[in-house]
């Protein structure tokens, strides 16, 4: 019998995450239909005003600021616990908004409270949801795991606005955002259903963990704050498509709702694609492989941001689609397989407070751009923020190595994992 690292998809083998992924399938696709409804449906109540989409944004992902002490609540307490009450809070906060829709009574400030309410809820979802990846499946699978989490993410990407168009045309926002409310029943299902007894859960948790600690532990490893500095600068600049994406398509090529699907279903393509690239990685990856795709990134979207029409913005989406995915990923598998499995829940919230966290400033700026200047304008903003970004890092990797004693500078590929 082979072993199961030698099989495509290791990770799967393992029974608590197949239930977990089958569950995060369902519920991301319905999150993802609920981003085009929320997004269209601002649009279609301030006539397209770029200044309220950047605010709505904005509001949503403002409370990640909580997410360290959504880390510090995921290393002190029971995640799967804690992943259950998030989805149901999550569909009880959908379910009235849906609801508003479909009878008429919807209002700017409903969405704001939704957006808000949300947020809150994701501050501990989802460093909560990254280290418990872990716990599944063990350090050996994590990479594949991490990498197939990013598959099922991105395939909910493709498949959550292609039919989120088609149904906002056909029935309206209303009916999107109710399949939302009822999705996030599935990862509750899938989070009841595994056997706690076949999880990692290693050392025991820590009864009073500190914030601080986490942070101490970051600075401690210098190989970790470059990487969350690069993933700032691109965070805040380049990953706005939630604010970009809707504007091109109704600003510039004058689209529908479907074309706005296509649009974002191209950029989750090229994602699912990078996904399954990198589900392959069995060690950490480089520093110089981090800042290398970040620049290749930047690249991409500022040509993105030239496409002149819409099949050509499709596929410039696609490829950046792939080289956004394959740089979080890569940044993600630095950070977390390097880092003390003791303090991994507060330095994933880290990571997702500056990933995240850093995009209410972005949302705020990129529209500020957009509304004064355009669509296009937005993206090549990004873009050339994160091209700059990830030559810089790149100069610093190379000189920092060249600043080592010889036998120090070959470095492998695939770096030693921190285990327990």
Known sequence: MSSPLKRPFPSLSVRNFRLFAAGQVLSATGTWMMVVAQDWLVLSLTDNSATTLGAVTALQFAPLLLTL??????????????????????????????????????????????????????????????????????????????????????????????????????????????????????????????????????????????????????????????????????????????????????????????????????????SLLAAFATSARRGRPSGALVAGSALAFGVLETLAGAAPTTTAAVVLLCLTGFAAIYFVQAANHRVQLGSDPRYRGRVMALYTLILQGSTPIGSLVVGEVTERLGARPGLWLGGLVSLTAGGLALLHVRRTERARRPEERRLPVDEPVVRP
């Open 69 to 270: 002490y959504g880390g510090r609540l995921a290393d002190r307490h029971d995640k799967r616990l804690l992943l259950t009450v998030a989805n149901l809070a999550s569909g009880a906060l959908a379910l009235p908004l849906a609801l508003l829709v479909l009878t008429d009574t919807v209002r700017l400030w409903h969405i704001c409270l939704f957006a808000l309410g949300l947020g809150l809820v994701n501050a501990v979802e989802v460093p909560t949801r990254m280290a418990f990846v872990s716990e599944l499946v063990g350090g050996d699978l994590l990479p594949n795991a991490s990498a197939l989490s990013a598959a099922y993410f991105n395939a909910a990407r493709v498949i959550g606005p292609a039919l989120a168009g088609l149904l906002i045309t056909g029935l309206g926002t209303g009916w999107v955002m109710l399949l939302n409310a009822v999705s996030y029943l599935a990862t509750v299902a899938g989070l009841r259903m595994m056997r706690p007894s076949e999880m990692h859960r290693g050392a025991e948790r820590d009864a009073r963990p500190r914030v601080v600690d986490g942070l101490r532990h970051v600075v401690e490893r210098g190989d970790l704050a470059p990487v969350l500095v690069l993933v700032a600068v691109v965070g805040l600049f380049g990953m706005n498509f939630q604010l970009t994406l809707p504007l091109l398509a109704k600003t510039v090529f004058h689209s529908d709702a479907a074309s706005f699907g296509l649009l974002t279903a191209g950029f989750a393509a090229g």
